[in-house]
């Protein structure tokens, strides 16, 4: 076998940190591009661009080291690829919402024309002995488009969001293409247990295949190794970023502006699959319950709007502004209002600041993948004086983080009940939780994650095909 000598990344957008300890990037770009600079390799994926007819010209840049390969999609790859397929059909369908599904056949051809696009203008730049490393939804059919270009290289795929059960994938028509397309990896890695065990289930019950003697599934008439890696933090960054003076000046803002008050914190894109709707309800119930805690509390909601050109987002945002606006002006005094919502985005260090701020992080979606902001709030807690996590069970992150408060975010009683315990929990408590969770943290970090995906890659190509 020919030494293994680049890495390729291959993700929708491509993304870079401009500095090498920004911490305006997110952990996983920091831990791809450290990768990809010891591998000497690239990243390659879309420029974010749309042009009127398509050209598959590439445009190449360093970016802090990074090599950087991108293309530009046209106008109907953009509706129907992007907006379409990724985040009108696979992202709800994945997430549990097939009420929220879009099942259009020319979306899922816009999908595959797309990834063919890719294909096409990825294989010239192959290399004997290079690992590619695919990640995400968009993204599933692009091992097969290789294949079929004649790409011999060991390719893995790694699904950020979670699989659905069986049940709700047969929903989507062309089921079986979806999956079977992922047998063309070498390796698919998954966020949890639970989501292989979802597919798993799909590929044993629904596509007749079967497990071989050294743990590969069998389908298709062909095998892939499937495993599950749970993404960590950029975890020794972001404690960095947490003692920063732009984190410390945050802290102070925040600090000041809840004086006297316990702030409650949630932060994420908004997105149905968070949770917004449900906890602001069962923060409601809170309010409701705790007659003493009123005005005690502050609940501070970071939710920048994301996706607004598909439809669901438009009515989330105004469901969820209506509610805010409902439950403050039900609520509020002159000098006091319960919600603070907040629809912008901010630096991961400022944000490291805020959740030290906070006595709570309350972090509750209906459905996530892993979910990073339960991390980042545990790690950027006071170690002398932490605060405590409510994590959903919901979330791939509850399935290491034992710790947390884990609730079911469906349930506005449970939500209430587990904001009135994490605010009066001793302090030899939450800090017995917090430190078992960052142990947990600073032993699976992201680039743990990157590295053991690396390895399996390697290593599934060397074992029996
Ligand atoms: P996301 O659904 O985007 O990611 P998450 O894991 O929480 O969710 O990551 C969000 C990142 O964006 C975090 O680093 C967070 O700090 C940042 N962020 C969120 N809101 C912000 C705001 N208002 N301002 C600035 N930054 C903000 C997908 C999957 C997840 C999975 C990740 C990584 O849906 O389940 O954990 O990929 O695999």
Redesign the pocket.
Same mark, same amino acid.
Request: proline fraction near 3%.
């Given at each position: 076998m020919a030494a293994i000598s680049r890495l390729i990344v291959v993700s929708n957008r491509v993304s870079p940190p401009e500095h090498r300890k920004s911490g305006a990037a =997110? =952990? *996983?770009a920091v831990a791809v591009a450290a990768a990809l600079r010891q591998y000497s390799g690239f990243w390659f994926g879309w420029s974010g661009q749309t042009i009127e007819t398509f050209t598959g010209e590439l445009h190449t840049r360093r970016v802090n080291d990074v090599e950087v390969v991108t293309l530009d999609l046209e106008d109907a790859d953009y509706q129907e690829y992007y907006n379409g397929y990724a985040n009108g059909t696979l992202w709800p369908l994945f997430h549990y919402r097939i009420d929220l599904t879009a099942y259009e056949r020319s979306f899922g051809e816009g999908y595959e024309r797309v990834n063919r696009r890719f294909a096409a203008a990825l294989a010239p730049l192959v290399q004997p002995g290079d690992l590619i490393w695919v990640h995400d939804y968009h993204l599933i059919p692009l091992g097969r488009a290789l294949r079929e270009l004649g790409v011999t290289n060991p390719i893995g795929f790694f699904l950020? /969001?979670p699989w659905p059960a069986p049940q709700l994938l047969t929903t989507l028509p062309r089921h079986r293409q979806l999956v079977e397309a992922l047998f063309s990896y070498d390796l698919l890695g998954l966020?949890t247990d639970e989501w292989l065990s979802a597919f798993e289930a799909y590929v044993l019950g629904e596509a007749g295949g079967s497990r071989e003697a050294d743990g590969r599934l069998r389908a298709f008439g062909r095998s892939v190794r499937a495993q599950a890696f749970p /993404?960590g933090l950029d975890f020794g960054d972001f404690q960095k970023f947490a003692r920063s003076r732009t984190a410390d000046r945050a802290y102070d803002r925040m600090a000041a502006h809840s004086a006297f008050r316990a702030m409650i914190i949630g932060?994420?894109?908004l $997105?149905y @699959?968070k949770g917004l709707e449900e906890r602001l309800a069962g923060f409601e119930k809170f309010l409701e319950d705790n007659p003493d805690m009123v005005r005690k509390v502050l609940y501070l909601q /970071?939710?920048?709007t994301s996706r607004e050109e598909v439809e669901a987002y438009q009515d989330l945002r105004a469901r969820i502004w209506a509610l805010a606006g409902r439950i403050n002006a039900a609520w509020a005094d002159m000098d006091w209002a319960p919600i603070q919502y907040v629809n912008?985005?901010? @630096?991961?260090v400022e *944000?490291a600041g805020v959740y030290r701020a906070a006595r709570v992080g309350l972090v509750t979606p209906l459905r $996530? =993948?892993?979910?990073?902001?339960a991390k980042?709030y545990v790690a950027a807690q006071d170690p002398s004086d932490p605060g405590v996590l409510v994590l959903s069970r919901f979330? =791939?992150a509850a399935r290491q983080m034992h710790e947390a408060l884990i609730v079911n975010p469906f349930s506005r009683e449970e939500l209430a009940d587990a904001l009135k315990r994490a605010l009066a929990m001793e302090r030899a408590e939450r800090t017995r939780r917090w430190e078992a969770l960052m142990d947990g943290l600073s032993r699976t970090d992201v680039h743990a994650w990157r590295d053991d995906f690396v390895a399996a890659l390697k290593a599934a190509r060397d074992g029996p095909a």
């Open positions: =997110g =952990g *996983l950020h /969001i966020q /993404i932060v994420e894109r $997105d @699959s /970071i939710a920048p912008r985005t901010y @630096s991961r *944000l $996530d =993948g892993m979910n990073l902001v980042e979330a =791939g």
